[in-house]
C-alpha cells in the first residue's frame, strides 16, 4: 500500500493494536497504511522508551506530544501513488465507457501517456490503488460471505422504523433501531431511539455492551456522523466520544467503506426483520411507549427470534451466543463509560472560548485558534490539537475567571478596584436607578462592558441628578442591554419633557408685570356687561 500521512491520534490507534498483540499486517489493513509504516511507528515508540504497558488511556495525554513530536521527523514525502489520486474518476470512466471498454492496464498507460507520468508512477502503483479502490468493470464485483472467529465483530447500524408520539416533545417523531449483531452467532442487540446524535450514538453502544456482557475486539461500522465525522477508507475521521468509547472498552473500530453495505451484510439484512417486528407491535400494542417497545424487542430476541434456528448458520443465534460466543468476548470494565459531550468553538479577541452558553478564558496564544471542548456532568476539558490545555470543574456559572489568561493591564482592568469606583460614581451621578444600571452591564464579561460604562459616565455629563436618575429609571425597564447611544436619546427626551411640562404650567412674570394686572371684575359694567 501506498504511504499516506499518519496524525497523532492515527499514530495512537497503531500503538494500541500493537498493545493488543496485532501483527503489524493486521495494523496496516485496519488503518489504511504500509506495513513499513506500522513497524516504523513501532520501532519509533521503543526508541523513546515506550513500552506496551504504557499505553494505556490514562497516560495518553502524557504520551501523546512525544510521539507527535517524533512522528514529525518520520514523515516521508508523498509517494507516487499522490500521482494517480486525481483521476480515478477518469480511469473508471476508461474502463466502463459503453462503447470502447478498456482493460485496467490499458487505461493506465493512457493515463500515464496523457499526463506525461511514465516513469513516475510504475504499473505496481496502479495494481495498488486499484485494488483500495476498487478499480473494476461494473458488474463483475462479486461478493461473498466471510464468517467470523466468535467474539470477533459486531456490525452496527441504524435503521428508520416509523413515527411515535413523544410525550416529552408533544409531537410525533421519527423512531430508528440502534441494531448491533454478532458477526458469528447473529445474536443481536436492538434499541428504538428517537435521536441519532453523537451522545444518544455512544450510549446505545454503552448499553450493547452490557446486553451482551462484554465486547467484541471490532466494531463494524457504517459511515454515519454520529459515528465517523469524515468517511474515508485511508484517513476516516471519528468523533471523539466514539473514539474514547472502543479505548475504554479496548475495542477497535473498522468503518465500512462509502457506499459499500456488503461490508456489515449481517447486520443490513436485520434491519429489515427488525422493521417488520416494529410494525407487528405497533399493531398489537398501538399505544406502547418507547420504553415498552424496546422490553418487547428484548424479549423477542431472546425467546423468539433467537430460539429459532438461524438460516446461514443452523443453529439457534442465542444458544450459540450464550455457549461459543460470550466466554470469549473482552470482560466490562468495573465502571460502565461516561458518554462526553464533545463541541468545537474559536477563541474570541477578548479571550473567552464559548461554547452552549459558558465562557472559559485562554490565554492569548489560543486568540483565534479552534478548540476541541469535552463536557462531562462536572468537568469541561479543553483540548488544542489533541493536546490538553485545560480542565474546567463545572459549578453551574456561565463564567469561569482565570487572571492568568489575561495580559496585566486587563487583570487591572477587570480588577475588582475598578468596577468599585465607577458603581460608587453612577450613584452620585444618578441615584439608585444609574448604579443598577452599571451594575447590570457590569455583568457582561469581557472588555466591552468597561467601555460601555465609561461612555455612559461621559454622557451624562451636563445632565442634572434628577435627570440621570429619571432616564436611568426608563432604562431599568428595557429587556436589552443599554448602548450609550440609546442612553443619550433617553436623557435628551427626559429635557424635552421637562420643557413642555413648564411651559403647560405657564411661565414666571416679574414683579413689574404683575403691577398692570386687573382682575376680572374690572372689565364688567355695573350691570354685569363687559365695557365695549
Not at 110 to 123: D, F, M, N, P, T
Not at 134 to 161: A, F, H, N, W
Not at 167 to 183: C, D, H, M, Q
Not at 287 to 307: C, D, F, K, P, Q
Request: charged residues 25%; proline residues 6%.
Amino acid at each position: 500500500m501506498a504511504f499516506k500521512k499518519v496524525q497523532t491520534v492515527e499514530i495512537w490507534s497503531i500503538l494500541r493494536r500493537w498493545t493488543d498483540g496485532q501483527r503489524p499486517s493486521a495494523i496496516a489493513l485496519a488503518c489504511g497504511c504500509d506495513r513499513k509504516t506500522v513497524r516504523a511507528y513501532i520501532e519509533m515508540a521503543r526508541n523513546l522508551g515506550i513500552t506496551r504497558e504504557e499505553i494505556t488511556p490514562e497516560r495518553k495525554e502524557e504520551l501523546l506530544p512525544r510521539l507527535q513530536e517524533a512522528s514529525a521527523r518520520l514523515h516521508a514525502k508523498a509517494t507516487s501513488r499522490l500521482l494517480l489520486e486525481p483521476h480515478v474518476e477518469e480511469i473508471l470512466a476508461l474502463i466502463n465507457d459503453p462503447e470502447n471498454p478498456l482493460k485496467p492496464k490499458t487505461a493506465y498507460e493512457v493515463i500515464a501517456q496523457r499526463y506525461e507520468l511514465q516513469g513516475k508512477v510504475s504499473y505496481s502503483t496502479f495494481k495498488r490503488l486499484a485494488r483500495s479502490r476498487q478499480l473494476v468493470p461494473e458488474g463483475k464485483r462479486d461478493t461473498c460471505r466471510i464468517e467470523m472467529p466468535p467474539g470477533s465483530q459486531i456490525q452496527l447500524d441504524y435503521g428508520k422504523m416509523g413515527l411515535l408520539w413523544d410525550p416529552l416533545e408533544k409531537r410525533r417523531r421519527n423512531v430508528y433501531a440502534f441494531i448491533g449483531t454478532l458477526a458469528f452467532s447473529r445474536h443481536k442487540f436492538v434499541q428504538f431511539v428517537f435521536s441519532q446524535d453523537q451522545q444518544s450514538f455512544a450510549q446505545s453502544h454503552v448499553e450493547m455492551f452490557s446486553w451482551f456482557g462484554g465486547v467484541s475486539r471490532i466494531l463494524t461500522i457504517d459511515n454515519l456522523k454520529a459515528g465517523v465525522l469524515k468517511p474515508d477508507i485511508y484517513d476516516p475521521v471519528f468523533n471523539r466520544a466514539y473514539d474514547d468509547l472502543a479505548e475504554y472498552y479496548r475495542t477497535f473500530i473498522d468503518p465500512c467503506r462509502v457506499a459499500s453495505p456488503q461490508d456489515k451484510g449481517k447486520v443490513e439484512r436485520d434491519v429489515q426483520t427488525v422493521r417488520e417486528f416494529y410494525r407487528k407491535m405497533r399493531a398489537l400494542h398501538p399505544s406502547a411507549t418507547l420504553a415498552e417497545l424496546n422490553h418487547l424487542v428484548r424479549h423477542w430476541l431472546i425467546h423468539e427470534y433467537g430460539a429459532r434456528p438461524h438460516g446461514t448458520t443452523g443453529e439457534p443465534s442465542y444458544a450459540l451466543f450464550t455457549q461459543c460466543e460470550r466466554p470469549v468476548l473482552i470482560p466490562l470494565p468495573a465502571e460502565p463509560f461516561t458518554v462526553a459531550r464533545w463541541r468545537q468553538a474559536t477563541v474570541h479577541p477578548d479571550h473567552y472560548l464559548q461554547v452552549d452558553g459558558l465562557h472559559f478564558p485562554l490565554s492569548a496564544e489560543y486568540v483565534g485558534k479552534t478548540m476541541q471542548v469535552m463536557f462531562t456532568p462536572t468537568q469541561a476539558k479543553i483540548f488544542y490539537q489533541d493536546q490538553l490545555i485545560k480542565t474546567e470543574t463545572l459549578t453551574g456559572k456561565k463564567f469561569y475567571t482565570d487572571w492568568s489568561a489575561f495580559p496585566a493591564n486587563v487583570e487591572f482592568a477587570l480588577s475588582e478596584e475598578t468596577p468599585r469606583r465607577l458603581i460608587q460614581k453612577a450613584h452620585a451621578l444618578g441615584g439608585k436607578p444609574f448604579q443598577d444600571l452599571v451594575i447590570g452591564l457590569l455583568s457582561v464579561p469581557g472588555f466591552s462592558y468597561l467601555r460601555r460604562v465609561m461612555g455612559l459616565m461621559d454622557t451624562v455629563k451636563g445632565y442634572r441628578f434628577q435627570q440621570v436618575e429619571a432616564a436611568a429609571t426608563i432604562a431599568l425597564t428595557l429587556d436589552k442591554p443599554v448602548t450609550t447611544h440609546l442612553f443619550r436619546h433617553m436623557l435628551q427626551n427626559v429635557c424635552t419633557q421637562e420643557m413642555e411640562a413648564d411651559l403647560q404650567q405657564g411661565l414666571p412674570l416679574s414683579a413689574q408685570t404683575e403691577s398692570f394686572m386687573r382682575p376680572a371684575a374690572y372689565f364688567l359694567r355695573e350691570g354685569g356687561e363687559a365695557h365695549g
